[in-house]
C-alpha cells in the first residue's frame, strides 16, 4: 500500500502535521509575549491585563495538543524502548509485533479521548461555554476543542501509520527523525 506510506510520510499529512507544530510554537511565543507584557503593565504601571490567565490556561491545552502528532512523529513522546529495542536487535518478528501493539495502544488511546472531546467540542460549541468573568473579560472553549479533536485524528492518524510500517512486508520500525545538529 504505497498510498499509505507515500501520503502520509510526504505528501499533505506531513505537512499539515509540521504546520501545526510551527503554529503551536508560535504560539508559544505569543504567550510569551502577553505574559511578560502583563508582568511589565503590573509591576509599572499597576495595570495587569484581564485575561491573561483564563488565555494561557486554554493556550496549554491547544499548544500540547498541536504539537502531540509531530512529537509521535518524531519520536519524542516520553517513552521506555531500551527493552524495545533489544528485542529488535535479537528477535525481529517479536520486535514487529510488539510495535504493532504500541503503536495500536496509542491508536486506542487516542480514539478514546477523541470519542470523549467530540461531545465535548459540540456542547461547547451548542452552549456558547466561555472561561472567564462576564464584564471582564470572556473567551469561547470551542476553538479549544476542536483543536483537542484536530490534535487527537493526527496522532491517532500517526499512530495508524507506524502500525502499518511494522505489519507490511519487507517494512521497519518508523524512523525517528533528527534534528539537524546545531553548529
Same mark, same amino acid.
Given at each position: 500500500?504505497?498510498?499509505?506510506?507515500? &501520503?502520509?510520510?510526504? $505528501?499533505? =499529512? %506531513?505537512?499539515?502535521?509540521?504546520?501545526?507544530?510551527? !503554529?503551536?510554537?508560535?504560539?508559544?511565543? @505569543?504567550?510569551?509575549?502577553?505574559?511578560?507584557?502583563?508582568?511589565?503593565?503590573?509591576?509599572?504601571?499597576?495595570?495587569?491585563?484581564?485575561?491573561?490567565?483564563?488565555?494561557?490556561?486554554?493556550?496549554?491545552?491547544?499548544?500540547?495538543?498541536?504539537?502531540?502528532?509531530?512529537?509521535?512523529?518524531?519520536?519524542?513522546? &516520553?517513552?521506555?524502548? $531500551?527493552? =524495545? %529495542?533489544?528485542?529488535?536487535?535479537?528477535?525481529?518478528? !517479536?520486535?514487529?509485533?510488539?510495535?504493532? @501493539?504500541?503503536?495500536?495502544?496509542?491508536?486506542?488511546?487516542?480514539?478514546?479521548?477523541?470519542?470523549?472531546?467530540?461531545?465535548?467540542?459540540?456542547?461547547?460549541?451548542?452552549?456558547?461555554?466561555?472561561?472567564?468573568?462576564?464584564?471582564?473579560?470572556?473567551?469561547?472553549?470551542?476553538?479549544?476543542?476542536?483543536?483537542?479533536?484536530?490534535?487527537?485524528?493526527?496522532?491517532?492518524?500517526?499512530?495508524?501509520?507506524?502500525?502499518?510500517?511494522?505489519?507490511?512486508?519487507?517494512?521497519?520500525?518508523?524512523?525517528?527523525?533528527?534534528?539537524?545538529?546545531?553548529?
Amino acid at each position: 500500500m504505497p498510498f499509505v506510506s507515500g &501520503t502520509f510520510e510526504k $505528501g499533505w =499529512f %506531513n505537512k499539515l502535521v509540521s504546520s501545526l507544530n510551527a !503554529l503551536g510554537s508560535v504560539w508559544i511565543f @505569543l504567550v510569551m509575549l502577553l505574559i511578560n507584557a502583563d508582568a511589565f503593565g503590573r509591576t509599572v504601571f499597576a495595570a495587569p491585563i484581564d485575561g491573561v490567565i483564563e488565555i494561557v490556561e486554554l493556550s496549554l491545552v491547544g499548544i500540547v495538543f498541536l504539537q502531540l502528532g509531530d512529537a509521535t512523529r518524531r519520536g519524542r513522546l &516520553t517513552r521506555s524502548d $531500551g527493552f =524495545f %529495542n533489544l528485542v529488535g536487535r535479537h528477535h525481529r518478528g !517479536l520486535h514487529r509485533f510488539m510495535g504493532v @501493539l504500541f503503536d495500536g495502544l496509542g491508536v486506542l488511546f487516542m480514539g478514546i479521548i477523541l470519542y470523549g472531546s467530540v461531545p465535548l467540542l459540540i456542547e461547547s460549541y451548542e452552549n456558547d461555554y466561555y472561561v472567564g468573568n462576564e464584564g471582564v473579560f470572556t473567551a469561547p472553549v470551542w476553538p479549544v476543542n476542536t483543536i483537542i479533536v484536530l490534535g487527537c485524528v493526527v496522532t491517532l492518524l500517526q499512530f495508524l501509520v507506524f502500525a502499518y510500517r511494522y505489519v507490511i512486508p519487507g517494512g521497519s520500525a518508523p524512523a525517528q527523525q533528527q534534528d539537524p545538529p546545531i553548529s
